[in-house]
């Protein structure tokens, strides 16, 4: 068997690939082939036991929520699921006290825009933002600016692991040591690391790393998930904790009795459909492995790059592997047409991938693509720019 043989060979678990070229595993990862089965067994306990079936999800959707923080690297008990991002960086920031000296969020310009839009909200809760600008082009995440933002008054750091237009890794070291140091709290938004990075959340000493599990995880819509670090997750409150978030949800006890550790930013009742939809693909990864899927993106990712620059499109991620994630954001356009109208013709063609204003066109080949259907985008873009 080849290298990467084992890994072609489950292709045949994600029906889409015999379909499309698929390349957009950053933006909507490819659905497993046991989703349906899994949502028909959910089906099926709903059917035949009705609120009994409590007794199998609700294990089940803690189980799940460990399997997804285990490709983080996150302990078992350290993990939570939720809807989405939004909902649990909203639920983080309400448990913070932010009416006092220390009050400050540092963030980048360069985050993903739903947490922009929480940190614009800030100052209803007596907190100020510092949203650290980009560089002149707008693209670049500037760290030394970063560091120099946070001081005594800062509550809270934010940042993106892997950044959402460019693929930049964000090197999160310094900024933990020093939030630390000054005796700040630091959240990373690891969407678009998961899946495609080995991510260790307790080696990198993150409070929380939370994301969501649409992109590489091929876990679908409706699986946010956060870690929280025992010692931190131990001393804040959320505000909506919900019933899934007090120590015995099935004691419906009206005083609040926060459940230990993460779990008390459960909320209300769980999107079980969604977790048992998620679990075949998050299975898949854990058996592979991170190292091996990192591998096979950089020996995917690194031709593409070459090949992209070899035909002069412009490309806005890093050209090092070591500080790109898992796709690739390349800009074609020229010659009046532009690189929005060469997406719209790949599509018709039945090569998936995304376009992001500034940046171009996102290509993410993941573990299971080949070289031919990485390069073959760029051979496609040619074609439509020559008007074939
Ligand atoms: C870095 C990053 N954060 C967050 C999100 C999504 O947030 P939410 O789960 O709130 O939809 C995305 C993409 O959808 C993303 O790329």
Redesign the pocket.
Known sequence: MTAHEDLLSRRADYPILGRRTYLASH?LGAMHRRTPERLAEFAGQWAEQGVVAWQDWAPEVERIADLVGSLVGAPAGTTVLR?????L?GDLVASLDWRGRRNRVVTSAL??P??LYTWSQIGRLGGEAVVVPADADGLAFDLERMLDSVDERTLLVEC?H???RTSTIVDVRPLVARAHDVGALVVV?G??AAGTLPVDVVALGVDAYL??S??YLSGGPGN?WMYAAPDVSARLEPVTAGWFGQTAPFAFDPDIAYASGVRRFAGGTPGVPSAYAAEPAYQALADIGLRRIRERSVSLTQPLLEGALERGFSVRSPHDPDRRGGHVSIDPGRGGVSSGQVHDRLLERGIVVDHRPGVGIRVSPHFYNTLDEALGVLDAMSEVLAGR
Do not use: M
Not at 83 to 87: G, K
């Open positions: 933006t809807q989405n991002v939004a909902d960086l985050e993903w739903g947490s993106s892997v950044l959402f938004d969407y678009q994301g969501g649409v992109k946010g």
